[in-house]
């Protein structure tokens, strides 16, 4: 079965600085990755995804990824972060036709 | 084109006492997910629907939790009696060919 771990519980940063949110995954063999963020009271908004192709993965409000298969990692960056960036943030690999995700990671931009 | 839409988006019972949550997915997804995130955690797959058949509910704790999917569009999922231990946010995802899940806001359960 697959698993991800997300390295880190709760990231503090200030406005404009870059952060790079980790995730690494359990299996070597071909899967697909997302990153999903959650607001408050809300439910998960897709960021981004890894299909296949290119290893750098852009996805919507400034973020991106890079798939690294012999790590078994897909980190989250992004170069100058906003204070509307704070939310939970998680990964997800598939696994058959699901996602198993990772516990979270809380991204909090100070001013 | 309208989301995922589940209602109701809080909900607070007594233990014991029975409880309901409704999804309606994205037109023309056949792909189906219940999931149920606890505080602090990720969300964990109860059951996944093609259409109308449940082809992995192997999460779904049966002797309480129940779920249906009429005509492969919108689904029910029902807990009875609820448990303290039932208090989540349970969460409904639709998709098509199962690449990408669209999430609803989901119900926010608390079990008292």
């Known amino acids: 079965a697959q698993s991800v771990t997300q390295l880190d519980s709760q990231v503090p940063v200030f406005e404009e600085a870059p952060v790079e949110l980790r995730c690494n995954y359990s299996?070597?063999?071909?899967?697909?990755l997302f990153w999903y963020v959650q607001y408050p009271n809300q439910g998960l908004q897709l960021l981004l995804k890894?299909?296949?192709?290119?290893?750098l993965v852009k996805g919507i409000n400034g973020f991106e990824a890079e798939f690294n298969k012999s790590q078994t990692s897909f980190h989250l960056r992004k170069p100058s972060v906003h204070i509307s960036d704070t939310a939970e943030y998680f990964c997800?690999?598939?696994?058959?036709?699901?996602?198993?995700f990772g516990k979270g990671t809380k991204l909090t931009v100070n001013p | 084109e309208a989301g995922v839409v589940q209602s109701p988006r809080y909900k607070i019972i007594e233990k014991k006492q029975p409880v309901a949550f409704w999804c309606n997915p994205i037109?023309?997804?056949?792909?189906l997910y219940w999931y149920r995130q606890n505080l602090g955690q990720g969300p964990e797959l109860l059951i996944r629907?093609?259409?109308?058949?449940?082809?992995?509910d192997s999460q779904l704790p049966k002797d309480r939790f129940s779920a249906e999917r009429l005509k492969g569009v919108d689904s029910t999922l029902k807990i009875q009696p609820a448990e303290l231990g039932d208090s989540a946010v349970y969460l409904c995802?639709?998709?098509?060919?199962?690449?990408?899940?669209?999430f609803g806001q989901g119900t926010r359960l608390t079990v008292v």
């Open positions: 995802a639709s998709s098509l060919e199962g690449l990408e899940a669209f």
């Open positions: 299996s070597s063999v071909s899967v697909y």
């Open positions: 890894y299909l296949s192709g290119s290893t």
């Open positions: 997800a690999v598939s696994e058959g036709e699901k996602l198993v």
């Open positions: 037109s023309g997804h056949n792909t």
């Open positions: 629907y093609e259409n109308e058949e449940a082809v992995d």
